[in-house]
């Protein structure tokens, strides 16, 4: 884990100063990939203004106080109430990306979770990220690429399962079909021209290869020889044989084969929490994606109260969408979150900083958590968790 300079962590103390950095050093279609939503991004926006709308009462008079960070879930302990969503193409936003954070995990004990549409292999994270390790799955078609897949993720020692339910379709992600993004990434002279423009993201680029999602390349290999093309059989593959086929059914397929904490990710409505529940769900992931899916969504947090009232302590309840700092994570917290991810704000730490980025995000959500908790006169997540009581 690479150090970072103090100069680095005061010059750029906050996620919006690493966005602003990141942007400057990504080619365009990389940026557009990572930043954008669907539609006119306004899911993405009524994220921001829902968490920018929950304010908490503070209390003073507390005498010195200390304040530990450190949560419990499924059974384990973690040194913060948040890890690393998980991103699918990482590899095209920066460079090894999954195993900076894998690491920057492992140091500072918080998840990372790996995705099905990965540029890296569960077997690759696995030596990296210890036992901080979730698997996120995109239900495969095929039972046989799932049993393995799943196998895969354990004998690798991924210990949690992260089910995305809430891509029943591809979205449209207009931002980055205007920005020249295809699947897979081509050298074109619009490409080439961005990522000259763009030295660091070139240079690492070139020192690591354009991005392959190696999570599935075996499959396609057992059905066709890769070869110069791999890159576009493996994304034709995901796009046919991945997706839009997750049902209740499958979900309990997938429950009796994993022998360990699930969360269902992407949830929104209560009808689907009780369903959930009722076949032994472990997590419910309030979510709606980032904004990235659906457009008029409601934002996640503004559906996060009433979830937590029909889940009623029954299952974990995780939650992702449009968080930024450490307050962020509080309001989750406070309105009923058991923990929270977050996915943007790792990779515009990445693409900022490379090497040292996923540790510059965890420094900035760690004092930003704990100055907030000092503010707010809580000296423990539980006793943040407490005050959904009196919002």
């Not at 100069?7 to 602003?20: C, E, G, V």
């Not at 369903?275 to 992931?285: C, L, R, S």
């Not at 934002?299 to 930024?324: E, H, K, N, T």
Request: proline share 5%.
């Amino acid at each position: 884990m690479s150090t970072i300079l103090p100069d680095q962590l005061a010059k750029y103390p906050a996620i919006s100063d690493l966005r602003k950095r990141a942007k400057r050093r990504l080619p365009l279609v990389a940026w557009e990939y990572l930043d954008m939503g669907t539609g006119d991004d306004v899911a993405v926006s009524r994220n921001r203004t829902g968490l920018d709308n929950v304010t908490l009462l503070p209390q003073f008079l507390k005498g010195e106080q200390t304040q530990n960070t450190e949560t419990k879930l499924f059974g384990r302990t973690y040194a913060f109430p948040f890890g690393v969503a998980p991103i699918g193409l990482t590899g095209l936003m920066w460079p090894n990306a999954e195993i900076i954070l894998a690491k920057a995990a492992a140091h500072y004990s918080f998840p990372y979770c790996l995705s099905t549409a990965a540029t890296q292999t569960p077997e690759t994270i696995g030596t990296v990220v210890g036992n901080m390790g979730w698997f996120q799955l995109y239900p495969p078609r095929d039972e046989a690429i799932c049993d393995d897949l799943l196998k895969r993720a354990r004998d690798s020692g991924f210990h949690t399962l992260v089910v995305t339910a809430d891509v029943p379709a591809a979205s449209r992600r207009e931002r980055a079909s205007r920005a020249g993004l295809r699947l897979p990434p081509r050298i074109t002279p619009r490409f080439v021209w961005q990522a000259v423009r763009r030295p660091a993201w070139a240079i690492a680029t070139l020192r690591h290869g354009l991005p392959r999602l190696r999570m599935v390349e075996k499959y396609v290999n057992s059905e066709g020889t890769l070869n110069s093309a791999s890159l576009t059989n493996a994304s034709q593959f995901v796009g046919e044989r991945f997706g839009g086929t997750l049902s209740w059914a499958y979900l309990q397929r997938v429950r009796d084969l994993w022998n360990g904490p699930i969360v269902l990710k992407g949830l929104l409505h209560p009808n689907d929490t009780e369903k959930a529940i009722g076949m032994g769900i472990d997590g419910i992931g309030v979510s709606n994606h980032g904004g990235r899916q659906f457009d008029g969504a409601p934002a996640a947090i503004d559906a996060l109260p009433g979830i937590m009232q029909q889940v009623a302590g029954r299952a974990a309840i995780v939650f992702d969408s449009g968080m930024r700092s450490g307050l962020d994570v509080i309001r989750a917290l406070a309105l009923g979150a058991d923990f929270v991810l977050l996915g943007r704000a790792f990779m515009f730490g990445v693409a900022a900083f490379g090497e040292q980025g996923g540790a510059h995000v965890a420094e900035i959500l760690l004092a930003d958590l704990k100055t907030n908790m000092a503010q707010l006169g809580v000296t423990t997540i539980e006793e943040i968790k407490q005050l959904h009581q009196e919002t």
